[in-house]
């Protein structure tokens, strides 16, 4: 069946991290393995969302869109229900009961707490000073809103000027904004994952996005068990139905620059990366609910759940 885009539009900066550890869910073999862990992992993820939030019924996960319309269930809402089979993105790795026995036991999986699985890997989209800034609120198609903030004059404002400042200048290269110089490579040292846990851990009452709260506790996690923390930058872009249109930038730190001059925020020298075009990324796992199951027993499902929902609290 053909899948939908899960995203069209403006597209702000974004910093996709993963937890590395030796797994039998995973291909630790593709790379970037940050990106690859998104793909991989997407579908558990999702299952994950849907079953805190309560939106599992009858071995069905029912997408958020499913809860908008009760009540005016005209022809147009009815087309756009999206679930799929809650035992479809378990398949792949053998069943559900391996994959919550694998995840629950490990210390990568930072959402196990609430059951979750998948919880090694994340994203954190950011509001760029070099860009636009009307953006407040990522809408994906899989139903995340991921909020948009200005990480980058957060972190700098965190950091002071004194020695927590003088430490950090001593363990990552040199940006301005300091932000950008976190995300230089492809991943941290033992002695980086150590400061930065014990500086995200410290500020936890002013992160400022659910985003950055995920990833405080990959990084403190990433430092209690050795964990290696990977991650992969994606500058800002626009997609449409087909294609994601990433935007010229610096090839060392992410910052959009398309001249010949030296980067205005890491100094670097060489050209920039040139507009890039990638596939767009797809609504997997949602399907339509009328191409699964047929209109009739779609509109029954999505139905009952709506009937139901006001009684329901999330597992």
Same mark, same amino acid.
């Given at each position: 069946m053909k899948r939908q885009a899960a995203i069209t539009g403006p597209?702000?900066?974004? !910093?996709?991290?993963?937890?590395? !550890? @030796?797994?039998?869910?995973? @291909?630790?073999?593709?790379s970037p393995a940050a990106t690859a862990a998104s793909v991989q992992l997407r579908g558990l993820r999702e299952w994950s969302r849907a079953r805190s939030e309560g939106r599992i019924r009858?071995?069905?996960? =029912?997408?958020?869109?499913?809860?908008?319309?009760a009540g005016n269930n005209t022809q147009q809402i009815q087309a756009e229900w999206l679930g799929f089979p809650e035992a479809e993105p378990f398949a792949v790795f053998g069943g559900q009961e391996r994959v919550t026995e694998i995840c629950g036991r490990c210390p990568a999986n930072v959402a196990s707490e609430n059951g979750g699985v998948a919880g090694c890997w994340g994203v954190i989209p950011f509001a760029s000073p070099d860009g636009e800034k009307e953006t407040?609120?990522?809408? =994906?198609?899989?139903? &995340?809103?991921?909020? !948009?903030? @200005?990480?980058?004059?957060?972190? @700098?404002? !965190?950091?002071?000027?004194?020695?927590t400042r003088a430490e950090f200048r001593n363990l990552f290269p040199e940006s301005s904004p300091a932000w950008y110089g976190i995300w230089i490579g492809e991943e941290w040292n033992r002695v980086q994952v150590e400061w930065m846990a014990g500086f995200l851990e410290s500020n936890q009452s002013e992160l400022p996005t659910r985003?950055?709260? &995920?990833? /405080?506790?990959? /990084?403190?996690?990433?430092?209690?068990?050795k964990l290696r923390l990977c991650y992969d930058r994606v500058p800002a872009g626009c997609a449409d139905t087909v294609d994601w249109?990433? &935007?010229?930038?610096?090839g060392r730190c992410g910052w959009l620059h398309n001249s010949r001059q030296p980067c205005p925020c890491c100094g670097e020298t060489r050209a920039p990366m040139p507009e890039q075009r990638k596939k767009v990324m797809g609504l997997r796992p949602w399907l339509r609910m009328a191409q699964l199951y047929g209109p009739e027993a779609s509109s029954r499902i999505v139905e009952e759940f709506q009937q139901t929902r006001g009684n329901h609290e999330p597992d």
């Open positions: 597209t702000p900066p974004m !910093v996709l991290w993963t937890l590395l !550890v @030796d797994c039998p869910l995973r @291909d630790l073999t593709r009858n071995g069905i996960c =029912l997408h958020e869109n499913c809860d908008s319309g407040t609120e990522l809408r =994906l198609g899989t139903g &995340q809103r991921l909020v !948009v903030a @200005d990480l980058p004059t957060w972190f @700098d404002r !965190v950091l002071g000027n004194g020695n985003e950055l709260h &995920q990833f /405080a506790a990959a /990084a403190v996690s990433a430092h209690i068990h249109h990433l &935007q010229p930038h610096c």
